[in-house]
């Protein structure tokens, strides 16, 4: 099963013609997970051929405008396009008097299932029978959180030959796919290493926007396949990075390198910046496969 | 003194890749005028070149969130440009708390005057020595103002011969320009008309949406130079037009025709129609001069 990220958004606070600020979106074999909703981003999905009715979940980091702006026009154009499934919105628990204040002429027909983030501690706060999502805290000006989304290790695969070999039936399959050996009638015992192929190896991916740099959250980044970690300044800015609870390039490389990530995409830039050059060739330095993103870039992970 | 209209959106409800949702900007004489500010407006703004310190009042129609919903993002945009001057906003009072509500991890550091609008009767909302803004009421779903600018009637000009014919001092002038006649020495009387050139004819633009088909504001819309009325259907869909607060394109036009307005501009449409062809035709059997309008169109109004 591969994940497929798309980048909606990329810049910081202010959208301009070319990046709109942050919003990302995660397909996991077809289900859509959004990640902030920047102002547009309903527009945004459109123009990336996102149908909306197989969105179900919004993970918003943080009360920010340019993380949470879009999501008064998306609730109500799923409302306009009568909806009717659930709606989970995972964010800080100060977002529903919000939508309640804005939203309460717009009768919104569908529900609204609202799950407040916990800003002390990583939390589980989505689990699956294939993967989960758990939430953990960053640091910036207002509470902020993280995404992992993590596949669930997935299970063995029958060998085809094995099954023509033992004539296996569907109990003895059942049996060898949750981890049994195979014991014949002559009393041989077949392992079930020798009878399975490993299944796909669990993918994964994680968003960190927005926070200053923070060691804490490396053993939460272990090994993910994907790491989105802001980088809004270059290493020159850092002092205005830590005092704006931000990140630079140079950082974000560190935190990449330090969790081991397969690859590393950074976003959330500065409009003070003409281009993001200097961005990606700063933290290439420290990790080589990072990509600084734009609107509309996507990347598989997995297979 | 010139007019310029830009529609910023021009969609209903739902926002496409092509059509923003409502909002325009007037620019009369380098001050900007934003009306309805649907998400996405400060994208639109900067594609359109509008300075946003030139952007110093706001009316806003309504609340249904088409006409709204970009107004979180240019207030926090505002404030993270730094802007100082105060803004103006004229819309429903319940808008208020919204903002309230959105807005208090913002920051915003200037000054937000808020006017409430009057649902009850036409009323001037801002009033200078060039021009004036009227607000009136329309009948849609929620509260619903219309707005009409109007310039104020300019002063006439000396004619440059008669300054030199009569050899004319500051004191005189400036009496003729009040509408004096002119006494000679020698007792006799130059009319006031053989001295002066009338002043540009003053121009008007006004903006209706949403509403019904609505005979109460032919009065209001008399002889301006340029209509948007609201088209969300055509004339077959008249009956969903009145049950949703809506017009069809031929019922915008006989208001234009009845108010003998001087051109029409009709906007607003539903995605349900393919394009706008049908409105435009529509309207032009009742009103010759109408243009259905696309995102980016601008009207210059007077010289």
């Not at 009393?187 to 796909?200: H, R, V």
């Not at 994680?206 to 200053?212: F, G």
């Amino acid at each position: 099963m591969a994940f497929t990220l798309t980048v909606l958004g990329s810049n910081s606070a202010i959208p301009t013609i070319k990046r709109f600020a942050s919003a990302h979106v995660l397909n996991i074999h077809e289900r859509f997970f959004l990640i902030d909703c920047s102002e547009g981003t309903q527009i945004r999905l459109r123009t990336e051929g996102v149908k909306f009715m197989h969105l179900n979940h919004v993970f918003i980091s943080h009360l920010h405008g340019d993380h949470f702006f879009g999501l008064f026009g998306l609730l109500s154009t799923f409302s306009l396009l009568g909806r009717k499934q659930a709606l989970n919105i995972y964010a800080d628990a100060r977002l529903k008097p919000m939508l309640d204040a804005v939203l309460y002429m717009h009768e919104i027909a569908y529900e609204i299932v609202f799950n407040p983030l916990n800003f002390k501690e990583p939390q589980v706060i989505l689990d699956s029978n294939t993967f989960s999502v758990t939430s953990f805290p960053l640091k910036h000006r207002l509470p902020c959180c993280g995404f992992l989304f993590k596949e669930k290790p997935k299970q063995v695969n029958i060998r085809k030959d094995a099954i023509v070999k033992y004539n296996l039936n569907v109990k003895e399959i059942v049996s060898i796919k949750n981890g049994s050996d195979l014991v014949l009638e002559s009393g041989e015992i077949i392992p079930n290493s020798e009878l399975t192929i490993p299944g796909q190896t669990p993918v994964s991916y994680a968003y960190c926007s927005d926070t200053q740099y923070l060691e804490s959250i490396i053993p939460i980044l272990k090994d993910v396949d994907l790491l989105y970690h802001e980088a809004t300044f270059t290493a020159k800015d850092e002092k205005l990075a830590k005092s704006t609870g931000h990140s630079t390039a140079e950082q974000a490389a560190k935190i990449a390198k330090a969790a081991n990530v397969g690859k590393l995409i950074i976003g959330h830039f500065s409009s003070r910046y003409k281009n993001n050059d200097g961005m990606e060739a700063e933290a290439r330095k420290v990790f080589e496969n990072t990509f600084a993103v734009k609107d509309g870039d996507k990347f598989v992970i997995g297979k």
